[in-house]
């Protein structure tokens, strides 16, 4: 292990996890905000390409992290513990002055709790959903973690019960969103005529979520579409491999010829141009609210995984927008209920209900100006003072 003298002699050094594409965007962000303050600091860990391109070291790409549910997990646990293993050596020999996980708390908190042991001030970004399910992870957190990082208000005093240093420092996408262009512009830039009906489809940013959502969203679309013709449709993907995916069950569902966009990327002016969203529950319901949006949330995963996660929550609401408004504020049809006929008939429910739009759109503005705080910055201003000590 690296002596003190020879911690101070070097450069300021940061060890960092996300897991992953939603962490990669946090820890891009923090990697900058941090560097305004300490210009020279240098990040090593596990990232993406924003990361990567913020000039952080990528010892292992978030791909190999970015698995959801206990099946998919189990599949690849043998690999994701190694790689765990390894970066936990790598930091106990030459450690960091500081270590940030960002959110993935299955491989952020057990590398935390070993690598506090051995004396590195942790943080960890992102709350885990105590407030949801597993609760008693935060007697877990409160051994593994120096310092918590939160987005939203209301987590701050469950952590500050418990005698865990918290900080909320709002979320970066209320920030980010202020800048995505409204409906108008946004339409303009997609080269969408204003007066038609438009349908955002979003249903997800992973390969195992396209398996199970690529061709219930398309089956959506095409009966949205046999009883409202000249409604259009926009269909933002996160890489190449999963607009593939949606592309091949495009034509697996004989639907060449529905009046739908593929985009890659571009999800926010998607919703933004939208009048109505189907989006798979996860970060993309939050952008959507934090937009203004009215949306129908739907999600499907393997039965197995469903059986091993159903009746583990402690709340009746899986998307965030219900979970911050604490009442069903929009639609969520989920796992065995999600079929086109269901979802179809509630995006068409909200399209012509003119005053509940108007209603969302009011109580998503509030929403958005309670979680806007320049989030970046203020996760720098937490950090700093365990970076400095």
Same mark, same amino acid.
């Given at each position: 292990m690296a002596s003190s003298a020879e911690r101070t002699a070097r450069r300021r050094a940061i060890g960092i996890v996300a897991g992953e594409a939603s962490g990669d965007l946090l820890g891009s962000q923090l990697i900058a905000a941090l560097?305004?303050?300490? =210009?020279?600091? $240098?990040?090593?860990?596990?990232?993406?390409? &924003?990361?990567?391109?913020?000039?952080?070291?990528?010892?292992? =790409?978030?791909?190999k992290l970015a698995v959801r549910g206990y099946i998919e997990v189990l599949k690849h646990f043998f690999e994701i513990v190694g790689i765990r293993r390894r970066l936990r050596r790598r930091f106990i020999?030459? %450690?960091?002055?500081?270590?940030?996980?960002?959110? +993935?708390?299955?491989?952020?908190?057990?590398?935390?709790?070993?690598?506090?042991?051995?004396?590195?001030?942790?943080?960890?970004?992102?709350?885990?959903?105590?407030?949801?399910? &597993?609760?008693?992870?935060?007697?877990k957190i409160k051994r593994a973690v120096s310092r918590m990082l939160?987005?939203?208000?209301?987590?701050? =005093?469950?952590?500050?019960?418990?005698?865990?240093?918290?900080? /909320?420092? @709002? $979320? %970066?996408? +209320?920030?980010?969103?202020?800048?995505?262009? &409204?409906?108008?512009?946004?339409?303009?830039?997609?080269?969408?005529?204003?007066?038609? =009906?438009?349908?955002?489809?979003?249903?997800?940013? &992973?390969?195992?979520?396209?398996? $199970?959502?690529?061709?219930? /969203?398309?089956?959506?679309?095409? !009966?949205?579409?046999?009883?409202?013709?000249? !409604?259009?449709?926009?269909?933002?993907?996160?890489?190449?491999?999963?607009?593939?995916?949606?592309? !091949?069950?495009?034509?697996?569902n004989a639907a060449a010829d529905l009046p739908l966009t593929v985009l890659f990327g571009h999800s926010q002016d998607a919703m933004s141009a939208a009048d109505v969203v189907l989006v798979a529950s996860g970060t993309a319901t939050l952008e959507a609210a934090l937009l203004g949006k009215p949306m129908v949330i739907t999600y499907k995963m393997p039965a197995a995984?469903?059986?091993?996660?159903? @009746?583990?929550?402690?709340?009746?609401?899986? @998307?965030?927008?219900?979970?911050?408004?604490?009442?069903?504020?929009?639609?969520?049809?989920?796992q065995d209920d999600a079929t086109p006929q269901n979802l179809s008939q509630a995006l068409l429910n909200l399209l012509g209900d003119e005053p509940v739009r108007a209603r969302l759109e009011r109580k998503f503005a509030a929403l958005s100006a309670s979680l806007r705080r320049g989030a970046a910055r203020q996760a720098a201003l937490a950090v700093l003072p365990l970076l400095e000590a």
């Open positions: 560097r305004e303050f300490m =210009p020279q600091l $240098h990040f090593t860990g596990i990232g993406g390409p &924003r990361m990567a391109a913020a000039g952080m070291e990528v010892l292992f =790409p978030l791909e020999a030459d %450690p960091p002055d500081v270590f940030i996980g960002i959110d +993935a708390p299955d491989f952020n908190l057990d590398l935390e709790l070993s690598l506090k042991a051995h004396g590195i001030p942790t943080v960890h970004y992102v709350s885990p959903a105590i407030w949801m399910w &597993r609760g008693e992870r935060i007697h939160t987005l939203f208000p209301f987590e701050e =005093p469950l952590y500050r019960q418990a005698g865990v240093d918290v900080a /909320f420092v @709002g $979320h %970066p996408l +209320a920030d980010m969103l202020e800048q995505v262009p &409204r409906r108008s512009a946004a339409r303009e830039q997609l080269r969408l005529p204003l007066a038609a =009906p438009v349908i955002a489809l979003l249903p997800g940013s &992973r390969q195992s979520e396209l398996e $199970h959502m690529a061709d219930l /969203f398309i089956q959506t679309a095409k !009966a949205i579409s046999a009883r409202l013709p000249h !409604a259009l449709f926009l269909a933002p993907l996160a890489t190449r491999e999963t607009r593939a995916m949606f592309e !091949a069950a495009l034509y697996r995984s469903h059986w091993l996660l159903k @009746g583990k929550g402690y709340l009746p609401y899986y @998307g965030l927008p219900n979970i911050l408004a604490g009442e069903f504020v929009v639609p969520e049809i989920i």
